[in-house]
Protein backbone atom coordinates (compact mmCIF):
# COMPACT_ATOMS: atom_id res chain seq x y z
CA UNK A 1 0.00 0.00 0.00
CA UNK A 2 0.89 3.49 0.06
CA UNK A 3 2.05 5.59 2.84
CA UNK A 4 3.20 8.60 4.10
CA UNK A 5 5.51 8.50 7.62
CA UNK A 6 6.38 11.70 9.64
CA UNK A 7 6.61 12.67 13.53
CA UNK A 8 3.39 13.50 14.68
CA UNK A 9 4.70 16.49 16.94
CA UNK A 10 7.71 18.24 17.66
CA UNK A 11 8.79 21.07 19.98
CA UNK A 12 11.49 23.89 18.83
CA UNK A 13 12.88 26.54 20.90
CA UNK A 14 12.23 30.37 19.11
CA UNK A 15 15.54 31.09 17.16
CA UNK A 16 16.46 27.65 16.50
CA UNK A 17 16.76 25.13 13.72
CA UNK A 18 14.75 22.41 13.28
CA UNK A 19 14.10 19.35 10.74
CA UNK A 20 10.99 17.28 9.74
CA UNK A 21 11.39 14.29 8.34
CA UNK A 22 9.10 12.53 5.79
CA UNK A 23 9.33 8.69 4.59
CA UNK A 24 7.41 7.27 1.53
CA UNK A 25 6.16 4.37 -0.42
CA UNK A 26 4.15 5.33 -2.94
CA UNK A 27 3.41 3.55 -6.31
CA UNK A 28 5.43 5.21 -8.86
CA UNK A 29 6.93 8.78 -7.52
CA UNK A 30 6.14 12.50 -9.61
CA UNK A 31 7.73 14.64 -6.79
CA UNK A 32 7.51 15.74 -2.62
CA UNK A 33 5.19 18.54 -1.64
CA UNK A 34 5.33 20.00 1.89
CA UNK A 35 2.08 22.54 3.10
CA UNK A 36 1.78 24.35 5.96
CA UNK A 37 -1.46 24.80 7.90
CA UNK A 38 -2.17 27.09 10.65
CA UNK A 39 -4.54 26.40 13.39
CA UNK A 40 -8.29 26.39 11.68
CA UNK A 41 -6.57 27.71 8.45
CA UNK A 42 -6.07 26.24 5.10
CA UNK A 43 -2.93 24.50 3.82
CA UNK A 44 -0.62 26.74 1.86
CA UNK A 45 2.58 25.51 -0.53
CA UNK A 46 5.33 25.46 0.64
CA UNK A 47 7.96 23.13 -1.37
CA UNK A 48 7.88 21.05 -4.06
CA UNK A 49 10.72 18.61 -4.99
CA UNK A 50 11.42 16.11 -7.86
CA UNK A 51 14.81 15.64 -8.16
CA UNK A 52 17.62 14.49 -5.20
CA UNK A 53 18.99 16.94 -3.30
CA UNK A 54 18.40 20.58 -1.11
CA UNK A 55 15.96 23.10 -2.37
CA UNK A 56 16.44 26.69 -0.65
CA UNK A 57 13.63 28.89 0.04
CA UNK A 58 14.60 31.49 2.44
CA UNK A 59 14.70 30.17 6.16
CA UNK A 60 12.59 27.47 5.00
CA UNK A 61 14.75 24.48 2.89
CA UNK A 62 13.65 20.96 1.42
CA UNK A 63 15.63 18.17 0.81
CA UNK A 64 14.82 14.73 -1.25
CA UNK A 65 16.20 11.49 -1.65
CA UNK A 66 14.72 9.22 -3.98
CA UNK A 67 16.03 6.30 -3.62
CA UNK A 68 15.65 6.06 0.28
CA UNK A 69 12.41 7.35 -0.09
CA UNK A 70 13.06 10.11 2.00
CA UNK A 71 12.38 14.12 2.51
CA UNK A 72 13.04 16.89 4.85
CA UNK A 73 12.03 20.10 5.75
CA UNK A 74 14.51 22.18 7.40
CA UNK A 75 13.32 25.39 9.45
CA UNK A 76 15.84 27.79 10.39
CA UNK A 77 15.75 31.33 12.59
CA UNK A 78 12.71 29.80 14.30
CA UNK A 79 9.72 32.29 15.04
CA UNK A 80 6.47 31.91 17.12
CA UNK A 81 4.73 31.89 14.11
CA UNK A 82 6.25 28.98 12.12
CA UNK A 83 3.80 27.13 14.85
CA UNK A 84 1.78 24.81 12.53
CA UNK A 85 1.52 21.71 11.17
CA UNK A 86 3.34 20.62 8.45
CA UNK A 87 2.28 18.13 5.94
CA UNK A 88 4.63 16.10 3.71
CA UNK A 89 2.48 14.73 0.57
CA UNK A 90 3.58 12.26 -2.24
CA UNK A 91 2.81 12.57 -5.87
CA UNK A 92 2.02 9.07 -6.65
CA UNK A 93 2.30 7.17 -10.42
CA UNK A 94 -1.51 8.59 -11.55
CA UNK A 95 -0.62 11.08 -10.15
CA UNK A 96 -2.56 11.31 -7.13
CA UNK A 97 -1.50 13.14 -3.77
CA UNK A 98 -0.48 10.75 -0.98
CA UNK A 99 -1.08 13.00 2.32
CA UNK A 100 0.88 12.42 5.42
CA UNK A 101 -1.17 13.17 8.83
CA UNK A 102 0.88 16.06 9.43
CA UNK A 103 3.86 17.45 11.95
CA UNK A 104 2.57 19.60 14.36
CA UNK A 105 5.40 22.24 15.19
CA UNK A 106 5.38 23.74 18.73
CA UNK A 107 7.67 26.89 19.42
CA UNK A 108 8.10 28.36 22.49
CA UNK A 109 10.27 31.34 23.72
CA UNK B 1 -9.43 38.90 -4.38
CA UNK B 2 -10.12 35.89 -2.24
CA UNK B 3 -8.64 33.07 -5.01
CA UNK B 4 -10.30 30.28 -3.33
CA UNK B 5 -13.60 30.68 -1.99
CA UNK B 6 -16.34 28.50 -0.07
CA UNK B 7 -19.39 28.92 1.33
CA UNK B 8 -20.25 28.17 4.50
CA UNK B 9 -17.30 28.25 6.75
CA UNK B 10 -19.24 26.80 9.00
CA UNK B 11 -22.16 24.38 8.94
CA UNK B 12 -24.21 22.65 12.03
CA UNK B 13 -27.01 20.57 11.50
CA UNK B 14 -28.50 17.73 12.44
CA UNK B 15 -28.50 13.45 11.29
CA UNK B 16 -30.45 13.26 8.18
CA UNK B 17 -30.32 16.41 6.93
CA UNK B 18 -29.42 17.49 3.23
CA UNK B 19 -27.08 20.37 2.68
CA UNK B 20 -24.31 21.95 0.46
CA UNK B 21 -21.10 23.52 -0.16
CA UNK B 22 -20.20 26.26 -2.47
CA UNK B 23 -16.87 26.08 -4.31
CA UNK B 24 -15.78 29.22 -6.16
CA UNK B 25 -12.61 29.69 -8.08
CA UNK B 26 -11.24 32.85 -9.78
CA UNK B 27 -7.24 31.91 -10.57
CA UNK B 28 -8.21 30.19 -14.23
CA UNK B 29 -7.62 27.25 -13.10
CA UNK B 30 -8.56 24.20 -15.15
CA UNK B 31 -9.05 21.37 -12.54
CA UNK B 32 -10.79 21.69 -8.93
CA UNK B 33 -10.78 19.32 -5.33
CA UNK B 34 -12.33 18.40 -2.81
CA UNK B 35 -11.09 17.24 0.46
CA UNK B 36 -12.35 16.41 3.92
CA UNK B 37 -9.93 16.25 6.80
CA UNK B 38 -11.09 14.70 9.77
CA UNK B 39 -10.42 15.03 13.43
CA UNK B 40 -6.97 12.93 13.11
CA UNK B 41 -6.19 15.79 10.58
CA UNK B 42 -5.66 13.51 7.26
CA UNK B 43 -6.34 15.15 4.07
CA UNK B 44 -8.29 12.89 2.15
CA UNK B 45 -9.30 13.70 -1.72
CA UNK B 46 -13.28 12.87 -1.91
CA UNK B 47 -13.68 14.10 -6.07
CA UNK B 48 -11.69 15.90 -8.95
CA UNK B 49 -12.72 17.96 -11.77
CA UNK B 50 -10.78 18.80 -14.82
CA UNK B 51 -12.92 21.68 -16.91
CA UNK B 52 -16.03 20.72 -15.16
CA UNK B 53 -15.33 16.35 -15.93
CA UNK B 54 -15.28 14.13 -13.49
CA UNK B 55 -11.66 12.58 -12.74
CA UNK B 56 -11.20 11.02 -9.80
CA UNK B 57 -13.79 9.73 -7.48
CA UNK B 58 -12.33 8.02 -4.70
CA UNK B 59 -14.55 6.13 -2.29
CA UNK B 60 -16.91 8.19 -0.68
CA UNK B 61 -20.78 7.07 0.37
CA UNK B 62 -22.56 8.11 -2.83
CA UNK B 63 -24.48 10.22 -0.29
CA UNK B 64 -22.15 12.65 -1.54
CA UNK B 65 -22.56 14.25 -4.81
CA UNK B 66 -20.65 16.85 -6.33
CA UNK B 67 -21.40 19.20 -9.03
CA UNK B 68 -19.37 21.66 -11.29
CA UNK B 69 -21.56 24.14 -13.27
CA UNK B 70 -18.51 25.39 -14.93
CA UNK B 71 -14.75 25.15 -14.21
CA UNK B 72 -14.77 27.97 -11.80
CA UNK B 73 -17.47 26.48 -9.73
CA UNK B 74 -17.63 22.84 -7.94
CA UNK B 75 -20.12 22.47 -5.30
CA UNK B 76 -20.16 19.57 -2.98
CA UNK B 77 -24.16 18.02 -2.11
CA UNK B 78 -24.75 15.94 0.71
CA UNK B 79 -27.90 13.61 1.57
CA UNK B 80 -29.16 12.29 4.91
CA UNK B 81 -26.03 13.40 6.58
CA UNK B 82 -24.32 11.28 9.00
CA UNK B 83 -22.41 11.67 12.47
CA UNK B 84 -19.07 10.68 10.66
CA UNK B 85 -19.46 13.34 7.94
CA UNK B 86 -18.07 16.06 10.60
CA UNK B 87 -14.95 17.37 9.62
CA UNK B 88 -13.54 20.25 7.32
CA UNK B 89 -14.12 20.01 4.05
CA UNK B 90 -11.49 21.77 1.55
CA UNK B 91 -12.27 22.93 -1.61
CA UNK B 92 -8.75 23.42 -3.55
CA UNK B 93 -7.31 24.06 -7.35
CA UNK B 94 -4.75 23.76 -9.05
CA UNK B 95 -3.44 24.99 -13.22
CA UNK B 96 -3.16 21.52 -14.25
CA UNK B 97 -4.72 18.05 -15.16
CA UNK B 98 -5.09 15.76 -12.38
CA UNK B 99 -2.83 16.14 -8.80
CA UNK B 100 0.03 17.53 -10.71
CA UNK B 101 1.12 21.09 -9.19
CA UNK B 102 0.81 23.10 -6.24
CA UNK B 103 -2.82 23.36 -4.63
CA UNK B 104 -4.85 26.27 -3.64
CA UNK B 105 -7.19 25.72 -0.82
CA UNK B 106 -10.31 27.48 0.21
CA UNK B 107 -10.91 28.73 4.03
CA UNK B 108 -12.76 25.22 4.70
CA UNK B 109 -16.07 24.46 5.87
CA UNK B 110 -16.85 23.34 9.09
CA UNK B 111 -19.44 20.42 9.36
CA UNK B 112 -20.75 19.18 12.45
CA UNK B 113 -23.19 16.99 12.49
CA UNK B 114 -25.48 16.82 15.49
Known amino acids: GQNIDQPTEMTATEGAIVQINCTYQ??????LFWYQQHAGEAPTFLSYNVLDGLEEKGRFSSFLSRSKGYSYLLLKELQMKDSASYLCAALDSNYQLIWGAGTKLIIKP | DTAVSQTPKYLVTQMGNDKSIKCEQN?????MYWYKQDSKKFLKIMFS???????INETVPNRFSPKSPDKAHLNLHINSLELGDSAVYFCASSPLAGDTGELFFGEGSRLTVL
Open chain 2, 49 to 55: YNNKELI
Open chain 1, 26 to 31: TSGFNG
Open chain 2, 27 to 31: LGHDT
